[in-house]
């Protein structure tokens, strides 16, 4: 939570130089510390900033432009309870050529994707 909020400190000042959509890595960094404290809100601000539009709206082609960007999305929907909207999208995420090319987040898509198709199937299974 500290961190959280030093690094909220930090970027509030540095936004004046370098807003989300100029230092994307270190915003999506600041934005995945967030969804793990929970603040799932200033994350999807963060990646409105980052994306220019409001990623619910954008098609899984329009995130695949910024690879890490939509996967950052993709884990907020499974963080906030869209595990089979998460899963089926990061599903159709992975295979767009950009995200293919960045090989760092594909692998990461990759992993996480197999990782909730599991979780999703033990759940199936114990329902």
């Not at 990061?90 to 295979?95: D, M, N, P, Q, R």
Request: hydrophobic share 45%; proline share 3%; net charge neutral.
């Amino acid at each position: 939570q500290k961190s959280v909020d030093v690094w909220s400190d930090i970027l509030s000042v540095r936004y004046l130089v370098a807003p989300p959509a100029v230092d994307v890595h270190t915003w999506l960094k600041f934005g995945n510390m967030c969804r793990k404290a929970g603040r799932e809100e200033q994350v999807l601000e963060i990646l409105v900033d980052v994306l220019g539009a409001d990623p619910a709206q954008l098609s899984s082609a329009q995130l695949a432009e910024q690879p890490a960007a939509g996967y950052t999305y993709m884990k907020l929907l499974w963080t906030r309870g869209l595990k089979e909207e998460a899963a089926h999208r990061l599903g159709e995420f992975v295979h767009h050529d950009k995200v293919k090319a960045d090989v760092a987040v594909a692998a990461k898509c990759w992993r996480r994707y197999g990782q909730w198709q599991r979780s999703l199937h033990e759940a199936s299974t114990l329902s």
